[in-house]
């Protein structure tokens, strides 16, 4: 098996894992809801139009203040659709285990491998952080 399959396998590992079917789970669901995908993208679309506003220089100070209240308040409704929520979630959780597969790879290329091992449980083990 070269080192090409072994990191494929390693990515169907995380992508199977409970964390890895939970994110493509929620996903799934998501990309079913119209309502939920508009209003991300609504979010998104305002969000990038701000920033845009914001790099070009046309936003005074109390139009930032006020734009900034309006994208809080509008990631406090995204929060509130529980199929964005679970989604966002889930893809956190799925985040942080693709983290951890890291801090070990990078731990065991750099020998800073803790004293005993790493058993991939992070619990109690302060070497890969």
Do not use: W
Not at 40 to 51: E, K, T, V
């Amino acid at each position: 098996m070269t080192i090409f399959e072994q990191a494929r396998d390693l990515a169907n590992a995380l992508l199977e894992s409970e964390q890895g079917k939970r994110m493509r789970e929620t996903q799934y669901i998501f990309d079913g809801n119209d309502e939920a995908r508009q209003q991300l993208l609504d979010y998104n679309n305002y969000r990038d139009a701000i920033n845009t506003r914001l790099q070009s220089g046309e936003l005074s100070e109390d139009e930032m203040k006020a734009e900034g209240k309006r994208l809080q308040e509008m990631i406090a409704e995204l929060k509130k659709n529980p199929i964005i929520n679970d989604m966002v979630i889930a893809e956190g959780n799925f985040s942080a285990l693709v983290d951890q597969v890291m801090n070990i790879f990078n731990a065991t290329l750099t020998g800073d491998i803790p004293e005993g091992g790493c058993n991939g449980h992070c619990s109690g083990c302060s070497g890969c952080h």
